[in-house]
């Protein structure tokens, strides 16, 4: 039978027990957040990016031997360093950016080097370098500058050269008559009636703005316009006249478009092509002094002149300008 030890000696023993390890204590707790890791995935701290951060994180406290983070704190050290290297990646791909040509890409360093402003030269870059795009304050190495000006100088060469052979004699013929103007002496036909001439002359072909005819066509034109003039001022005399039911015509006045109630201030002779289409159409005879505007020079359906009255009374001029007219019909159909 065993005799229990003396009160006293059982004291001795728990007062004399060893201490606790001295990491024990933080072993068991994570580094960072201080929670405890019992029962916990835990992550030991070997020497590394991640061990340097937390060093910082829980700085003036120092990492011991042997201590552990939760998983948590390490999935979140591994985390903030990520973000750190692509914050420095994107740093150091703009500086290469900005230190290399935008478009050939060669390094700047110890190059002579040139701003993109604003401009044709760097619509011409812009233009080479698709799709990649110039980033902001990007450069150019001093040759590929040098080759985008010179580029957009031929390119304005070539268009000036192309706009010339607009206007070349080799390629142009005459508004009246359609003859080659090359090696010819020509004339313009500025605003007034001699181009509303030629253009009546050439109806239904449209006249062209910057339009040229030939120095035959231009004197033939100025003697048409001088006669009309002078028979506008000539009085007219008395003459017989003869009044048709079927028929009737314009008045003989250049002063307004023969349209009544038009109030458009273009005089423009009316051409014979249109008088003779009028005059089969709605038999109406347009007197050779009559004027049009430009809006009724375009139209083809005259059907609307039935709606007002010209008169029946014809002098013997006008009967033998519109038998005229109507045989040049005959002849055409």
Known sequence: MSVPAPADTMTYHKEMSPPPHEGQQHTNVCVWCQSSLHNRRAHALPEGPERRLISERISPQKILD???????????????????????????????????????????????????????????????????????????????????RRNVKRGANIDKRREDQKHNHRNVVCASCGISLFRRQTHSLPSGPERDEVAARIYPRELPGHALVCITCWTQTIENVQV??????????????????????????????????????????????????????????????????????????????????????????????????????????
Not at 70 to 88: G, N, P
Not at 111 to 133: A, D, F, K, Q
Not at 262 to 279: A, D, M, Q, Y
Request: hydrophobic share 35%.
């Open 66 to 148: 042997g201590s552990l983070v939760c998983y948590t704190c390490w999935v979140r050290a591994r985390s903030i360093l990520q973000r750190q290297c692509e914050v420095i990646s994107e740093e150091t791909a703009s500086s290469a950016i900005l230190n290399s040509c935008v478009w050939c890409l060669c390094s700047l360093n110890r190059r002579r080097r040139h701003s993109i402003p604003e401009g044709p030269e760097r619509n011409e870059i812009i233009t080479r370098i698709y799709p990649r795009e110039i980033p902001p304050g990007g450069l150019v190495c001093y040759a590929c500058w040098v080759s985008a």
């Open 228 to 333: 009309q003039q002078v028979n506008e001022q000539l009085p007219q005399p008395r003459m017989e006249t003869i009044q048709l039911d079927q028929f009737t015509h314009t008045t003989s006045s250049s002063r307004n478009c023969f349209v009544p109630l038009c109030t458009h201030s273009e005089r423009l002779r009316v051409p014979r092509c249109l008088r003779k289409l009028i005059l089969t159409s709605q038999k109406v005879f347009v007197t050779e002094n009559a004027r049009i505007c430009n809006e009724h020079k375009s139209l083809h359906n005259w059907e609307f002149l039935d709606q007002h009255e010209f008169s029946n009374t014809f002098t013997k001029n006008e009967m033998e300008s519109m038998l005229n007219l109507a045989i040049d019909v005959q002849e055409i159909n």
